[in-house]
């Protein structure tokens, strides 16, 4: 538990606390959190702001609940991935590259929010189980045999991941900064170059 953090003793106290939330992790979608006031918070959520120190300390105290919907976030991603229809494994780069950039474009204000203050508070990192998941399957689409990936062929799935994210974060996150700036290109043309590399890796 955040020390910013006070624990709710009753429904009331708990419901308010979920408002605060939910108004918080609306509100990072267009505004930077750093940048975001509690009086914004508390009038997204149409509540006093002396409630939101009945519930928190702090500002930072709300962080803890972004990072675990951050978290709740990519363990649905993996869970409705894999409940999806199958796919051949020639198409399964290009599947999950779309998959992948529709995630980070509905929720750049979410993952931005993590991407930045997880290095300050790594305490709160997320734990994120979709993405060994996710490294296992690219390591399997690029190998030979997809039912038996090598080792070499898990190493350039991790490789694959890196890259993809990668290239989301500076795409989606930060598109009016360098070097994303200087990418000139519609997304979808981004997401078509980005599986015509990954797919180079293909044994």
């Known amino acids: 538990m955040h020390s910013d953090i006070i624990e709710p003793t009753h429904k009331k106290g708990l419901a308010s606390q979920d408002r605060i939330v939910r108004a918080t992790l609306s509100l990072i979608e267009t505004v ?20 939101f120190y009945r519930r928190f300390k702090s500002k930072e105290g709300v962080l803890p609940f972004v990072f675990k919907a951050y978290d709740d976030l990519f363990v ?64 399997a689409v690029v190998a030979k045999d997809f039912a038996n990936p090598t080792q070499e062929d898990l190493a350039k799935g991790r490789m694959a991941i890196m890259t993809m994210v990668s290239v989301m974060i500076e795409y989606f996150l930060y598109k009016n900064h360098s070097p994303a700036n200087a990418l000139d290109l519609p997304s979808q043309t981004v997401q078509d170059l980005l599986t015509m590399m990954l797919s180079a890796l293909k044994a």
Not at 32 to 51: H, N, R, Y
Not at 89 to 110: C, Q, W
Request: net charge negative; charged share 25%; aromatic share 6%.
């Open 32 to 51: 930077p959190f750093d940048q975001l006031s509690i009086a914004k918070i508390m009038d997204e959520a149409g509540m006093a702001v002396g409630t």
């Open 76 to 139: 649905e991603w993996a869970q409705d991935f894999a409940a999806s229809e199958p796919v051949a494994p020639d198409e399964m780069i290009g599947v999950v590259v779309r998959r992948t950039a529709k995630l980070f474009s509905d929720n750049a204000g979410l993952i931005r929010t993590v991407h930045l203050y997880d290095r300050l508070h790594p305490e709160m990192r997320a734990t994120t189980p979709g993405r060994q998941e996710l490294a296992h399957l690219m390591g």
